[in-house]
Structures are given as structure tokens and as C-alpha cells.
């Protein structure tokens, strides 16, 4: 299996609603990220869990809350939201050092329109 | 820490023709390097990568590409292009000894006419 599974496909939110969004991998992969794609934009890169532990956060707003609560799973929390943050967030995996050429394991995406 | 540029901001093809798409990096240590490709409505796919060893690797769909260390370079090439390789090309870098920080190129759109 070597698939990054992302849900939803699609959010719609106010800016006074909290949602989440989920990610999960089935490839034993221990780091785990989450970027922020605009369009005809390259991903830029929000979040990166090592072992389940942050590693980097890119200066990213508090509204923006990651969580990673077991090797499989990776979630962001999202909170009073400003339509500006409207974009495709996507999620990879990788195994966690780099190495012997890490690549990152992308999943769809779930693509945000923050109203 | 590294970056990545990308040259050429859209590239316009007819089918059969060559493809030569640039990619340069800025980091002064070991680097893995990484060509991704995203068609239309569909995810990121790695199409090739390089981290050691022979500096032109082959990926999927008939791609390759050359790491040349003294031009910090990792062109993407094909000798022959199709109507189905109109997508965003995206090269990106990160550093073995780092943090699992991958960087990307600001991506090249390429359509292919047929």
C-alpha cells in the first residue's frame, strides 16, 4: 500500500468555524507533513512530525493547529480561518531521516475554500 | 537552507518534440533531488529522484535527468513528448543530513499540443 489517504476532498468553512482535517498512511512511514499548494503555485511546506514529534513548523499562524496522535495519522486543526487561506492542503510521508533518497508520498489533497 | 529555481515558467510543446525543463539548487552541502509532476485535477508523483551514485537517472514515462554537482543542476529531460505530459513539473531538494525539509521549485507548466 502506498497511498496517503486524505479526508475530505473538499471543505467549506466560515471564519468562526473549527474543523479538521485528516491524514493517513499505511507505509510505516514515521515523518509526515502538511503544505499549503495555491493555485498554479508550488507546495509550501506548513508542518513536519518525526516520530510523531513536531519538527518544523514554518511560521505558520496559530489558527493552524497539527497533530499527529499515532505513526498513522496526522490531523490539522483549523480554527478562525481568514479567506485568504483558501488553497489545496496536502499531506505526504516519507520515512523519517533523510538519506537514501526520501522521497514524499503525496496524497490528493483537500481542497479549502474558507468563505 | 536549500532552494530550488525553476526557469522556465511554462513550456509549450508539440507532440513528438524534445523537453529540456531546468532546475537549479542552492545548498552547499549533499542533496537528494527529486523531479514530481502533477497532471491536471490529479496529486503530486515522484517521477524520479537522484540521492548518490550514476548522476543520470531514469525515472517513469520515458523521463530522465542529469545531476551535474559543479552547475547545481537536475534538468528534466524526454526525447520525446505526448499529449498526456501536459502538467506542472516541480523540482525539489532536501538535504540527507537535514531536517526532512523539501523544498520546491516554483514549478513548470508544460502543454503539450497535439
Known amino acids: 500500500d502506498t497511498e496517503v489517504t486524505q479526508t475530505p476532498k473538499h471543505l467549506v468553512m466560515g471564519m468562526t468555524n473549527k474543523k479538521s482535517l485528516k491524514c493517513e498512511q499505511h507505509?510505516?512511514?514515521?515523518?509526515m507533513y502538511w503544505y499549503k499548494q495555491k493555485a498554479k503555485k508550488p507546495p509550501e511546506l506548513m508542518f513536519v512530525y518525526s516520530y510523531e514529534k513536531l519538527s518544523i513548523n514554518e511560521s505558520v499562524p496559530s489558527r493552524f493547529s497539527p497533530e499527529c496522535p499515532n505513526s498513522s495519522l496526522l490531523n490539522l486543526h483549523l480554527h478562525a480561518l481568514q479567506p485568504e487561506d483558501s488553497a489545496l492542503y496536502l499531506c505526504?510521508?516519507?520515512?523519517?531521516?533523510?538519506?537514501?533518497?526520501?522521497?514524499?508520498?503525496f496524497g490528493p489533497g483537500t481542497r479549502l475554500t474558507v468563505t | 537552507a536549500q532552494s530550488v529555481s525553476q526557469h522556465n515558467h511554462h513550456v509549450i510543446l508539440s507532440e513528438a518534440a524534445s523537453l529540456e525543463l531546468g532546475c537549479n539548487y542552492s545548498?552547499?552541502?549533499?542533496?537528494?533531488l527529486f523531479w514530481y509532476v502533477q497532471y491536471p485535477g490529479q496529486h503530486l508523483q515522484l517521477l524520479l529522484k537522484y540521492f548518490s551514485g550514476d548522476p543520470l537517472v531514469k525515472g517513469i514515462k520515458g523521463f530522465e535527468a542529469e545531476f551535474i554537482k559543479s552547475k547545481f543542476s537536475f534538468n528534466l529531460r524526454k526525447p520525446s513528448v505526448q499529449w498526456s505530459d501536459t502538467a506542472e513539473y516541480f523540482c525539489a531538494v532536501n538535504a540527507p543530513e537535514g531536517n526532512n525539509d523539501m523544498r520546491f521549485g516554483a514549478g513548470t507548466r508544460l502543454t503539450v499540443k497535439p
Open positions: 505526504a510521508s516519507s520515512h523519517p531521516l533523510g538519506g537514501a533518497g526520501d522521497e514524499q508520498y
Open positions: 507505509m510505516g512511514h514515521r515523518a
Open positions: 545548498y552547499g552541502g549533499t542533496v537528494n
